[in-house]
């Protein structure tokens, strides 16, 4: 693959959906740092961009990959509603279950896990209401947008202005889920267990593992593939023929 240097880590891993398990590998943030150039990402890494993107390649050649679904090539009103079936309804299970595994921890281990209750509780709140935000808000407005293009007609008008209102602030949202889940990852050394771990000590940690892969994934759809191409349709029907730029 000849690597683009101008691409950002976003750009690749909505054009290449096997890329992100690479990035994922290599711990190169792919959803909040999505903005940064490949090159640049790498090197704050410290591995060699040449060698990351033939990673890439080779992963986007595997069966498996080849099966994955092109979210950047599907319609928005599709990767929303995948958004909406699997990662809002598997955090709406989730975030309680987690809950539930950190009170029995309090209960049996005592004060050790108050900071990260703390960080986890901050997490969920912020998450319940960023994804209320997105459904009441958001995610209809899209499917407005997309509907009105694909019609033939122009963008309705929105009560909150441009778009990119909204997506900056969900933007905003997603970065403090990500330092959230940093310091989670912080306090427990990498989710590193101690030998006499109990059950529900390690069955927590797994559920905290899970809840960051999947929210890498998540935002990695909105921030990378359903943010950018929002914007593109508003600034599309801003330039209609013989029109000012709006
Ligand atoms: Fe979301
Ligand atoms: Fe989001």
């Not at 955090?91 to 209750?117: A, D, T, Y």
Request: proline share 5%; hydrophobic share 40%.
């Amino acid at each position: 693959m000849t690597l683009n240097t101008e691409k950002t880590v976003g750009e690749i891993a909505a054009e290449y959906p096997a890329a992100a398990r690479v990035f994922e590998k290599h711990h190169i943030d792919y959803c909040c740092g999505g903005k940064h150039p490949v090159v640049e990402a790498c090197r704050v890494a410290g591995v060699r961009a040449e060698d990351v993107m033939t990673e890439v390649e080779t992963a986007g050649q595997t069966a498996l990959a080849q099966q994955a679904p092109d979210w950047n090539a599907a319609p928005l009103s599709e990767v929303v509603q995948h958004i909406l079936d699997k990662h809002h309804a598997w955090l709406r299970e989730e975030l309680p279950l987690i809950g539930q595994l950190l009170k029995r921890m309090l209960e049996l281990h005592g004060v050790r896990f108050l900071p990260l209750q703390r960080v986890f509780t901050h997490l969920r709140n912020e998450l319940e209401s960023h994804m209320r935000k997105e459904e009441k808000f958001l995610f209809p407005s899209i499917l407005r947008m997309e509907q009105a293009v694909a019609a033939g007609g122009r963008i309705p008008k929105s009560p909150f202005g441009s778009v990119r209102h909204p997506i900056l602030m969900m933007e905003q949202d997603h970065d403090v889920v990500s330092r959230d889940l940093d310091e989670i990852r912080d306090i427990t050394y990498g989710y590193d267990l101690p030998e006499d771990a109990c059950m529900s000590f390690r069955a927590l940690y797994r559920e905290l593992q899970a809840l960051e892969a999947d929210l890498h994934t998540h935002m990695h759809l909105e921030n990378n593939i359903v943010f950018p191409r929002t914007a593109r349709l508003e600034r599309e029907d801003c330039v209609l023929p013989g029109e000012e730029r709006c």
